[in-house]
């Protein structure tokens, strides 16, 4: 298993600039996450989502926004990049919600210049 | 959600000392997670705690839960190099939130 899988790294935006981060899992859960990390700071839940075709917003959603088309992928879509969304993107899932822990994928590290 | 804070911030450990790192909530949390989260690397899941003044050990490392369950701690004994990172508590109220975290360097 690969477990929970990022793309891109790395990446670099300007200002007003769309990207979509990828996030994949291959354990079959069902509840999905999206966290961003600034630094020397704690995780900052921004969407999340119980199955396939529910989402739900966060602690600090306004700027993104997500879909979950199928249980494996959960991207999040940054509209009209601003220098605030500099940060460090976290994905992570869990079979339990509330039960047992959270896996993580590697991140991607954003930069808005 | 709920609201977890850490202490201390950072904590600087002479190798092979002991220290104690702590959660604490104004409210009661129904179960309470800890992560650690090497420099650079990604946040890993290492232990719920549930029940009322739990206690779980891996190796070196020792957590509670109060028994009031508004707070946790995370007790390292002997403290290697490979105890380097920063680990966080989280707090489960339908979604988990995260405290700031305590950050440990170790001095050889």
């Known amino acids: 298993n690969a477990g929970v899988t990022q793309t891109p790294k790395f990446r670099i935006l300007k200002i007003g600039q769309s990207m979509t981060l990828q996030c994949t899992q291959d354990m079959n859960h069902n509840y999905m996450y999206w966290y961003r990390q600034d630094p020397g700071m704690g995780l900052k839940l921004i969407y999340y989502?119980?199955?396939?075709?529910?989402?739900d917003k966060g602690e600090v959603p306004n700027g993104y926004n997500v879909s979950r088309s199928t249980t494996e992928d959960f991207p999040l879509r940054l509209e009209l990049a601003a220098p605030s969304q500099t940060s460090v993107y976290f994905c992570a899932s869990s079979y339990l919600e509330g039960q047992g822990g959270q896996y993580f994928g590697p991140g991607t590290r954003l930069t808005v210049t | 959600g709920q609201q977890v804070m850490q202490i201390p911030q950072y904590q600087h450990v002479q190798e092979g000392e002991d220290f104690t790192t702590y959660c604490n909530s104004s409210t009661t949390l129904s179960n309470i997670q800890w992560y650690k989260q090497r420099p650079g690397g990604h946040p890993v899941f290492l232990i719920q705690?549930?029940?009322?003044?739990e206690v779980k050990k891996q190796k070196r490392l020792t957590f509670q839960f109060g028994e009031a369950k508004k707070n946790s701690s995370l007790h390292i004994t002997a403290t290697q190099t490979t105890d380097v990172g920063t680990y966080f508590c989280?707090?489960?109220?339908?979604?988990?939130?995260f405290g700031a975290g305590t950050t440990v360097t170790v001095r050889a």
């Open positions: 989502s119980v199955g396939a075709g529910i989402t």
């Open positions: 989280a707090a489960n109220d339908y979604k988990l939130s």
């Open positions: 705690l549930v029940k009322s003044g």
